[in-house]
């Protein structure tokens, strides 16, 4: 009876660090996006939470991949399976063979022409007939419930796993934007080079990713400062494995170089906002969305460069998805944003 009863339309967030994809206005999957082959027989073994299980632990029979990098794909392959995975899990609980009849996907607004057709053509080999695509900060602004097709001018500032992408949208349209391949991954990047040359202590990604969730801080000054979190590595003189604890402060020192760049892209949109829409923005204030926003004191850091109140959203991991969402539910309102 479901097969019948429930659409196969679906809304895919298909980010760097993590996939979405909605179904009925339900968000039906929500795992990090990476898939695990079996090296030897070139056969996908595990897609999402269980490959991220065995990420950074595997033998040589086992490779995992992360197919997205700065937000777009950058292994065809491994991206057609993952996507495959994910929506098996999305439809095959539901009583559904693999197959959609339309897909909304969410790209950066920096895509090229080819990573379109990579995004498109991954979506057509899993069964899509009908693939529209919306660019993050849009989908972002539609989450958050902002009215896009008003001549009022709203900025909003995207951080998520890749790439950190500041738009200005006003009347549908995308006025000015800045595009950063600073985000999520390069805050862990500059956590694992610290600890290897401040402590002599190897770690990996998820152990980073951690320690930038426990205690990661953009400001020296917390309000309500973290306890600090202890960290297990191996030591790179002895070799043998040790715990040391790290604070918030260090991790602020750690991180303020590519929060600064992040600053630099506001500021420089900001400046090349027209000044009408630039009174609107200082009536508004700025939208923070997606996994930075998480980021403890990034809000207060970006308030004091700008001079702007700073609006983190509710749920700032799932705007983007929940505008994809919104898009797709009315496709005809939202012609203008959405790509073929």
């Known amino acids: 009876m479901k097969l019948f009863n429930l659409s196969r339309d679906f809304a895919v967030d298909l980010g760097t660090a993590n996939t979405l994809i909605m179904h009925e206005d339900k968000i039906v999957v929500n795992e990090p996006s990476i898939v695990a082959f079996d090296v030897f027989k070139n056969k996908v073994i595990a897609v999402g939470f269980e490959a991220m299980n065995m990420h950074e632990k595997t033998h040589q029979n086992i490779k995992t991949v992360k197919p997205l990098r ?16 994910m929506l098996s899990k999305a439809l095959i609980k539901q009583g559904f063979g693999i197959g959609a009849k339309r897909f909304v996907i969410c790209i950066p607004y920096a895509t090229t022409e080819v990573e379109k057709r990579a995004v498109r053509d991954s979506a057509q080999h899993v069964g899509a007939t009908e693939v529209y695509m919306i660019h993050e900060p849009i989908a972002a602004a539609l989450g958050i419930g902002l009215d896009i097709t008003a001549p009022t001018g709203w900025m909003v500032v995207d951080i998520g796993g890749g790439t950190t992408e500041i738009v ?3 009347l549908s349209g995308v006025v000015c934007n800045q595009s950063v391949k600073i985000a999520g991954n390069a805050f862990d990047l500059d956590i694992i080079d610290y600890m290897r040359r401040q402590h ?13 969730v426990e205690v990661g801080s953009a400001v020296h000054d917390l309000d ?7 960290v297990l590595g191996r030591d790179l003189i002895t070799g043998i494995p040790k715990a040391i604890n790290i604070g918030h402060e260090e991790i602020a020192t750690v991180l303020d170089k590519n929060v600064s760049k992040i600053e630099e892209a506001v500021l420089k949109a900001l400046e090349e906002c027209p000044p009408e829409l630039s009174a609107d923005i ?5 939208y923070l969305t997606g996994g930075g926003a998480y980021l403890r004191g990034l ?7 700008t001079q702007l109140k700073i609006n983190i959203a509710a749920e700032p991991l799932l705007a983007v998805m929940r505008g994809t969402g919104k898009a797709l539910k009315d496709l005809p309102k939202f012609r203008e944003v959405l790509m073929r």
């Open 224 to 230: 309500n400062p973290p306890q600090p979190y202890r």
């Open 282 to 286: 200082y009536e508004n204030g700025i």
């Open 168 to 170: 200005v949208i006003s």
């Open 299 to 305: 809000d207060k850091r970006l308030s004091k460069a």
């Open 70 to 85: 700065d937000g777009v794909i950058a292994d065809y392959h491994a991206a057609e399976e993952m996507i495959k995975g």
């Open 200 to 212: 002599n202590l190897m770690i990996g990604e998820r152990t980073a990713e951690k320690i930038k």
